[in-house]
């Protein structure tokens, strides 16, 4: 397989296809989609320039089952890899099926109506994807998808059995501005807003946004509050991860983006429901989007760094122990490689290699299926070799 197709041209966009460029060995034919083509063509002229690939691109409304099949039938891919919002996976999921081509994404479901994802939409297609003989790799980012793959790992090769997970997310970069999102803020603020939830002793527990709160020490970083989330790997990793008892997903937060996001939320602007303004109808949460700065171009002003990874309890030959693997990046020097800050890159080399080792043949099986349910190793090994290197603590 060397044909790729890419759906998305936003902050994590942009990475792929640099990400893709550089290993055009792999990827011999790469082309980019999105419903407008200028994001398109800054991509296509910047991988020109850096790494003299050529890429195609095309238009497509990724809501649409009906172009989306024109556009696949059109460009011939072995596989797509969603990178559009989380609220098109379905329609996504859909053409592939029916054009009989594999699909990758990095994140689940979100219902357009309703705070709320699952991957139950996702996984009713398991049948169809395997009548097809055809893979669907769900959540190939950072957190999901590196998180998962730590996890696995860690099963793997330090545990016996794992009774506890906390995932563990820190961004500390700073891009100058009183309030920004760095990601989509229509997703990010609809997932920071929404009650919190973890998994423990067989059942789901839910807390109110922001209610749990701990202190980590990330290292290269130092000491963060990190606040608990309902976070979607952790819906698959109960079913994976044998012996777990408990899973809980933490991120960091500062008290100014609280501040800002509470204000927001308490004079209606995060709702999802449409209201009449002057006689127009908008949903406040995505007119709030177009004040905010684009996150794609928050990449040249951001530094500092992010650090994401899981801590892993249980037991080894009768002993117990607690793993701590995460990975340390840092937005400027991500931004001169690829145009974009650490939280897009983050998300966008694993996707990268997810699709890699789906066109090498290391990561096919028909079905659809989440991270943790391949071979860690040869993801691994990638993440080091990408940029993306991780480390293995003793706690």
């Known amino acids: 397989m060397s044909n790729i197709l890419i759906i998305g041209a936003g902050g994590v966009g942009r990475v792929v296809v640099h990400k893709c460029a550089q290993n055009s060995d792999v990827f011999k034919n790469i082309t980019l989609a999105s419903r407008t083509l200028q994001k398109c063509e800054l991509y296509k002229k910047e991988v020109k320039e850096r790494y003299n690939v050529d890429i195609k691109i095309e238009s497509?409304?990724?809501?649409?089952?009906?172009?989306?099949?024109?556009?696949?039938?059109?460009v011939k891919p072995d596989m797509v890899l969603n990178i559009a919002l989380p609220y098109q996976d379905l329609t996504i999921m859909q053409a592939c099926?029916?054009?009989?081509?594999?699909?990758?994404?990095?994140?689940?479901y979100e219902h357009p109506d309703t705070a709320k994802f699952e991957y139950k939409e996702q996984w009713a297609f398991d049948k169809m994807y395997r009548?097809?003989?055809?893979?669907?790799?769900?959540?190939?980012?950072?957190?999901?998808?590196?998180?998962?793959?730590?996890?696995?790992?860690?099963?793997?090769?330090?545990?016996?059995?794992?009774?506890t997970i906390d995932i563990l997310d820190c961004n500390d970069g700073d891009h100058g501005y009183p309030f920004a999102t760095n990601f989509n803020p229509e997703i990010n603020l609809r997932e920071v807003s929404s009650n919190g939830r973890y998994w423990e002793e067989g059942k789901w527990i839910e807390t109110k946004p922001m209610e749990i709160k701990i202190v980590w020490d990330y290292p290269d970083?130092?000491?963060?509050?990190?606040?608990?989330?309902?976070?979607?790997?952790?819906?698959?990793?109960i079913k994976h991860i044998k012996g777990l008892k408990r899973i809980r997903f933490f991120m960091t937060f500062s008290q100014s983006y609280?501040?800002?996001?509470?204000?927001?939320?308490n004079v209606g602007m995060l709702d999802i429901k449409e209201v009449e303004h002057n006689g127009c109808k908008i949903v406040p949460i995505q007119f709030l989007k177009t004040l905010l700065p684009d996150p794609s171009t928050l990449g040249e002003r951001t530094k500092g760094k992010t650090n994401i990874g899981i801590v892993a309890t249980g037991i080894k030959e009768n002993k117990e122990r607690s793993i701590y693997i995460y990975n340390v990046s840092d937005h400027q020097k991500c931004y001169e490689e690829t145009l974009s800050q650490a939280v897009s890159y983050t998300t966008g080399v694993p996707a990268m290699i997810g699709a890699k080792l789906m066109m090498e043949g290391k990561w096919i099986k028909s079905g659809v299926y989440n991270m943790e349910q391949f071979n860690p190793d040869p993801f691994m090994e990638e993440l080091n070799r990408q940029g993306l290197p991780w480390f293995v603590k003793e706690l």
């Not at 054009?99 to 990095?106: F, N, P």
């Not at 998180?147 to 794992?162: G, R, S, W």
């Not at 609280?258 to 939320?265: A, G």
């Open 221 to 237: 970083i130092g000491k963060r509050d990190s606040y608990l989330l309902y976070h979607e790997e952790m819906e698959s990793l």
């Open 97 to 108: 099926l029916e054009c009989g081509v594999h699909y990758l994404d990095t994140a689940n």
């Open 60 to 74: 497509v409304d990724a809501d649409s089952v009906e172009e989306l099949i024109d556009l696949i039938q059109k």
């Open 258 to 265: 609280l501040t800002h996001m509470r204000c927001l939320e």
């Open 131 to 163: 009548e097809k003989k055809i893979t669907a790799l769900l959540g190939s980012g950072f957190d999901p998808g590196v998180t998962n793959v730590f996890c696995a790992y860690a099963q793997k090769h330090y545990f016996d059995e794992i009774r």
